[in-house]
């Protein structure tokens, strides 16, 4: 499966692969170099969040000369703000400066793609963590396989292939990867999920990386139908939204279209609370003396004439 996933995977060249060090990470960057001598490029970033950080640098930096792959290693400083979640923060600041390297280390070659390691067990992962949290649509989406980031075009070609196969196409191969230590700390949920839940959920449904990934699409799917309502609806109510137009349409599709404002105009999410009561307020709007005041994501939306607006906190 995996050889199926690196054949049919064609990204514009060169390519920029993410290598954190792991073994997920260390077989997707070798395939790549296999397939396309000379057009792959490493990009490692150094959290600096655990001891191991060093190893994964050095894994890194040893692999890229041994395999004739140009590597620039970038170091961050991944610590969460308070009330933040940890993985958050290091993906975004991974990401930042991933796309940061490939834009100053290598201006000539013009990179427009990086790939990334997530696999399927990785994807299952994403997927239960979400429902446990309640999550619609977008969560329960997990991971897309492309998607666009800071002007390049991203790849997770690995998203149907489990990560035993690709520890063992690289013993196959002699190949060593580092071991993140804190993937047997169970005090983190994912965890959990992966030494706990995946092989019980391998012994009930051997299928279920493929059906759980085909859920994953069907809701995908949906969800860009329903942000593509939310489009129109936008265009039709204005941005920002009109109070008038946006009580003539009904309450989910108000709702869907308040989501999308948030996301795509202010970068903020509210929670399901929060839009419950936004929602409820719109409602009560009816002449132009009802105020709107509510805390949502990042900031608040108020009403501002006859139209809402978002204040950023």
Known sequence: MFDQAIASFRPGLPLAVALSGGADSTALLLACALKWPGQVRAVHVHHGLQRAADDFERHAVDLCARIGVPLVVRRIDARHAPGESPEDAARRGRYAAIADAVRTHWPDDAIGDVAVAQHADDQVETLLLALSRGAGLPGLSA????????????????????????????????????????????????????????????????????????????????????????????ERTGNPPVIHELRALSANRQGNLLRHWLRTSHGTAPSAAQMGELLAQVANCATRGNDIRIKVGLGRVTRAGAQLQFERD
């Open 143 to 234: 991971m897309p396989a492309h998607w666009k980031r800071d002007g390049l075009n991203w790849h997770r070609p690995l998203l149907r292939v489990p990560g035993a196969q690709l520890r063992e196409w690289l013993i196959a191969r002699g190949v060593t990867w580092i071991e993140d230590p804190s993937n047997a700390d169970e005090k983190f949920t994912r965890n959990r999920i992966r030494a706990q839940l995946l092989p019980a959920l391998e012994n009930t449904f051997p299928q279920f990386r493929e059906t759980f990934a085909r859920s994953a699409r069907h809701a995908a799917q949906a969800q860009e139908l329903l942000t593509e309502l939310a489009a129109q609806d936008l």
